[in-house]
């Protein structure tokens, strides 16, 4: 797997959401709502025999408003649906990809940052993907 090109499609694929504003470069500027493509925690290779599988667990950032602002919170609780017009599930586990052969949104978690002097509210996606290793 090439990975800027997963990093891309990623994106693109998230471009879909409406509303949100989708950066496949980690430095990018972060104005909320945001999602971020990050590099991967992790990039195996060889999973199976002769380079056919590779595997890595890519991190996806996704910025809403304050953490004292409710409508943060209800926009957050959309990204994070199993299903709907916003999950972030839900859309990346859709369709095919060129790029690779599956995606797996596989965990969340939650914390707090602080951009230009404000406490936002960020999700952490897990995505494991599995592609070709040739």
Known sequence: MDLAAV????????RGIDGLRVHDNPGATRTPPAAIVLYPETLTFDGTYRRGMDRMSLPLSVVVGKVSDRSARNQLAAYCNGNGARSIKQTLES???????????????????????ALLVEA???????GSGT
């Open 7 to 14: 990093m891309l499609e990623v994106a693109a694929r998230l």
């Open 95 to 117: 369709g095919a990809y060129t790029e690779f052969d599956e995606l797996r949104v596989e965990s969340i978690d939650f914390d707090y940052v602080t951009y230009e002097g």
């Open 124 to 130: 952490m996606f897990t995505l494991d993907i599995v």
